[in-house]
């Protein structure tokens, strides 16, 4: 039977946001970052299996261990989030057309209606695809000066989030081609797009940041108590 399955990268080390701990094992509100985003996929009743990947020395993961026996957690954190990706992959037992979702830890306000949405309008599709949110602000180009150089047509641009879920085979073929392309990557879907696949945006309609910077932790703040 197809399986759902989630990989968490969780072994960054969070130097933009420069916390004396890893960003994704910070307080918010009555939680942590990681607790938030775990909270969301434990409740999907689609998602089979979800995998937390942290860094082999990581001390922080032994709480959540022995606080969520379902969740498997795997010391494979590489040097760059592709790496972890890629090292989790390696590790979990697939079938060719299993789905693999990628979410970042650190996207701790994932709505599950937004992953809903993308497990339903994904169902069929033969490659997979991610979730984002329509560019809003008016786009420069800059040259190396800091001068605009145009202004681009924001509405054909999307912010890309995770997860994205593509099935397993594809994504690591598009790994593989990257890896033996030295073609570097910051999300999974550039590797199946390496490949020259399609991938299918999902418009995400619930506000899913990234906690990189400190303020970006008072805004999840915000967008989590307004759901309670
Ligand atoms: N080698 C890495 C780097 C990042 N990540 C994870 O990928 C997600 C998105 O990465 P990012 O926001 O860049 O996290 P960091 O790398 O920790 O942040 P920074 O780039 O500021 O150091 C995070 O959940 C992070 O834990 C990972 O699993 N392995
Ligand atoms: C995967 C991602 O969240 C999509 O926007 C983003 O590329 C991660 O970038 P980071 O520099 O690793 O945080």
Redo the contacts with the bound molecule.
């Keep these: 039977m197809m399986k759902h399955i989630v990989i968490i990268?969780?072994?960054?080390?969070?130097?933009?946001?420069n916390a004396p701990i890893?960003?994704?094992y910070l307080p918010l509100l009555d939680k942590t970052v990681l607790d938030w985003t775990l909270q969301t996929f434990i409740n999907l009743k689609m998602i089979n299996e979800i995998y937390v990947?942290c860094q082999r020395d990581d001390s922080y993961i032994d709480d959540y261990i022995s606080r969520y026996p379902n969740v498997n957690f795997l010391r494979l954190?590489?040097?760059?989030?592709t790496?972890?990706v890629r090292n989790a992959l390696e590790h979990i037992e697939l079938e060719d057309n299993d789905w693999v979702l990628v979410h970042?830890?650190?996207r701790c306000c994932i709505d599950h209606r937004d992953v809903e949405q993308l497990l339903i309008q994904l169902k069929n599709h033969e490659i997979g695809g991610i979730l984002a949110s329509k560019a809003t602000d008016t786009l420069k180009q800059v040259d190396a000066d800091g001068n605009i150089v145009k202004t681009i047509d924001r509405t054909v641009i999307y912010q890309a989030q995770t997860p994205q879920m593509f099935r397993s085979h594809i994504l690591m073929s598009g790994l593989d081609y990257c890896r033996e392309k030295n073609i570097t990557i910051t999300d999974e879907a550039s590797a199946v797009e390496a490949l020259g696949s399609k991938v299918s945006v999902v418009e995400s309609l619930y506000s899913n940041p990234?906690?990189?910077y400190p303020d970006d932790l008072l805004f999840a703040a915000s967008i989590l108590a307004s759901r309670l």
């Design positions: 990268p969780c072994a960054g080390t969070g130097s933009r946001f890893a960003k994704q990947i954190g590489g040097i760059t989030r790496e972890t970042d830890a650190a990234k906690i990189t």
